[in-house]
């Protein structure tokens, strides 16, 4: 039998062999089914009909597969330096370490009680911040004026009680349907981009929200993170899987937030659909309080983003 070595010309029946097993190979891999990324409705995944799996992670570029943007919450820093009324920590400088470490953009809600950010904190973020700025804020006039001064990237507008320690739940679009229909303009007038309402996953609000002229909607996912089974939060999983459906064909881009974190991000990634970006804080700043900022916002983008690569 002859011998076939290194430098020398492959005869063509082993090259055919050599092909056939590749294909082989290939298509053992292709067919290696992923169950609980399956059972997700995402459109965002591309499937090969016959392969049951999502191509993603077979493309060679990571830019052709929609990414969800990470937007870190950095009030409890604030929260935490009004305590003491001193001027450490400062939010200013934690967004600029959470920037370094890989969040696409931060967030804040300036309160009309100023509980946390400061106007100063604002006007400074405003300047600092080189991605993306979410300013969340009520519909009350005198932070509607600083929201448009400071003309962030988006305005999230959510609702406020001054009793609660924060945000309980989504904003009643139907019933502020008056208020909003000034508010929104006017943000859109002092230049912001994207106007969002903070929603619960509810048709009604859901289509209000898209009659209101706002362009996105921030799905809020507290009940989906505070569900005390695991069943419980697969059914509110699926609450939000219909909200986003519904919002995306409304036309909106979908956003969403509270109360996700390192461990329950998954459910909810492989569940809801359309996810262009998430708002995150408490988790993120409670484990940066034993681990330090930047790994703490390291490993939510790996988080985030590392699944879907
Ligand atoms: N989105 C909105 C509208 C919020 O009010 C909050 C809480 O400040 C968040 C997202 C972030 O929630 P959490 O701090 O629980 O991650």
């Known amino acids: 039998m ?26 053992r891999l292709l067919r290696r089914t992923s169950p609980e990324v399956c059972d997700g409705e995402d459109k965002n995944k591309i499937r090969l009909p016959v392969l049951k799996r999502p191509i993603n992670a077979l493309l060679p570029f990571r830019s052709a597969v929609p990414v969800t943007n990470l937007l870190i ?8 330096r009004n305590a003491r009324q001193e001027a450490v920590p400062d939010p200013v400088a934690a967004a600029a370490r959470c920037e370094q470490a890989g969040a696409d953009g931060i967030v804040f809600h300036l309160r009309e009680d100023r509980r946390h950010i400061t106007e100063r904190d604002v006007r400074l973020l405003a300047e600092t911040v080189r991605g993306k700025l979410d300013f969340e804020l009520s519909t009350e006039a005198e932070v509607v004026s600083i929201c448009c ?31 909003l229909a000034e ?11 994207q106007v969002s309402l903070f929603v619960d996953p509810v048709p009604a609000q859901i289509e209000a929200a898209a009659e209101s002229g706002a362009n996105c909607v921030e799905l809020h996912t507290g009940d989906f993170a505070e569900a005390d089974t695991d069943a419980a939060r697969r059914e ?74």
């Open 2 to 27: 002859t011998r076939w070595c290194a430098g020398q010309k492959r005869p063509p029946a082993f090259t055919r062999l050599l092909r056939l097993l590749r294909l082989l190979r290939l298509l």
């Open 73 to 80: 919450n950095i009030d409890h820093v604030a929260t935490l």
């Open 149 to 179: 001064d400071v003309s962030p990237d988006l305005a999230t507008l959510v609702p406020e009680r001054r009793e609660e320690v924060t945000t309980e739940g989504g904003l009643d679009v139907v019933a502020n349907r008056a208020r």
């Open 183 to 193: 508010v929104v303009p006017r943000l859109y007038d002092a230049d912001v981009e």
């Open 236 to 309: 509110e999983a699926h609450r939000l899987a219909a909200g986003a459906e519904a919002a995306h064909e409304a036309g909106l881009r979908v956003h969403a937030g509270h109360g996700l974190d390192y461990n329950n991000f998954p459910l909810f990634q492989d569940t809801v659909p359309h996810v262009a970006e998430v708002s995150i804080g408490f988790a993120v700043m409670a484990r940066a309080m034993l681990v330090g900022m930047s790994p703490a916002v390291r490993d939510m983008c790996a988080t985030v983003k590392g699944r879907r690569a």
